[in-house]
């Protein structure tokens, strides 16, 4: 936004979307699509302002409030950012001020946030800092806090069914788009900006879908092949879906399970984009539904990108720290927990299991895991690190998958690969050495 460019419209409308998304009661996405759907005379510069203007806000919140109080207004917390946060000269402020608040916003730009505690210049709430420092040194907690407050850049992922990776980089750069390809993924393609893509050729002919580069490291851990029985556990709108039917080249059957009709609703259109026909969506009530009983031991490989905090996608989704709570997690662990043990049952003696989450919590990830495995002994962990080495990708990882954002500058992943024994010993077999 060039500077002097703001209106005082266009300020007073940053200002009431940001005062509905403080309110938490809903995601902050969903709470800005809202108001741009009451607000249509916005066009999409006019959007994207305010959209940046409020999850910069978000995302540096305890250190605005610091600097403009603990009971700052949504108005005092946008001039403080754009006089902190933004950098903006005094002058960029005429005619949105008045001569009180201009002598207001010049002690903000002067003013020192004075000491602060490890969770105040991190940015994040007591409790979530506290269980962070449980996983990592205060360094690397303040280089993770560092990246999460980073915007997330737009990756597309290539449809193998469609093409190859060099053909869509060449056709984007050749319509004046600056990408290049992922760092991680084989199928990655990196945007320079965030162009408008939903009427690009490419786009919808189903070429390339939307997803981080780091969620398509998920669908190459599971490793599909053709002609298999894949289970999609908890499917959502779709996109790990497409992915492992295209690495699938649409043979075999594909089940993508979920709970909520809407998503699944949203998946069908995709389906049809992306030119596979042998995804099934099932809508179940739960994990034990009978739907997902009927595949009892049948899967070859079974995905399971759990519901979770969230935390892990803090880059585009900002508000999740401020909304989520040590009791969510907690709720969030015992259902994880059950979701993994019932799609555990669909695998077949020699199977694949990937259990996965967008979450930075030793709760969600390692803590689930090494419960499930410690009441499972017929599973067995496998080599992550050696799964995307298989498949060309060189990521020091170990056993367990974990991405940050700080360092592999994609979404925070965490995925533990396991595998179903051929066969199970009995408890005599083992007790006699066999």
Known sequence: MPEGAVSRVLFIQATQALGAVLAFDYPADAVLSRHFRDNRELGHRDRGFIAEAVYGVLRRLRWLRRLAGAEATPRMLLLAWFARGEGWPMRNFEGLVS???????????????????LAERVDLPDWLAE???????????????????????????????????????????????????GRLSPQAIRLAGKPALQKHPLFLDGSFEVQDEGSQLLGLLVQPRRGELVVDFCAGAGGKTLQLGAMMRSTGRLYAFDVSDKRLAKLKPRMARAGLSNVHPVLIAHESDAKVKRLAGKADRVLVD????????????????????????????VKQAAILAAAARLVRPGGRLVYATCSLLAEENDQIVDAFLAAHPDFRPLSAEAILAQQHVSLETGERLRLLPHRHDTDGFFAAVMERAAAVQTAAGEAAGE
């Open 99 to 117: 001569a009180t608040e201009r002598d207001w916003v010049a002690s903000v730009k002067a003013a020192e946030a004075g000491e602060m505690s």
């Open 131 to 181: 269980r962070l420092l449980a996983q990592m040194d205060e360094g690397e907690l303040v280089a993770l806090a560092h990246g999460l407050n980073r915007s997330a850049p737009l990756d597309l992922r290539v449809n193998l069914m469609k093409g190859d990776r060099d053909a869509v980089l060449a056709r984007l750069q050749a319509d004046g788009i600056a990408a290049a390809a």
């Open 306 to 333: 759990a519901p979770c905090t969230g935390l892990g996608t803090l880059r585009r989704n900002p508000d999740l720290k401020w909304r989520q709570s040590p009791a969510a997690v907690e709720e969030m662990g």
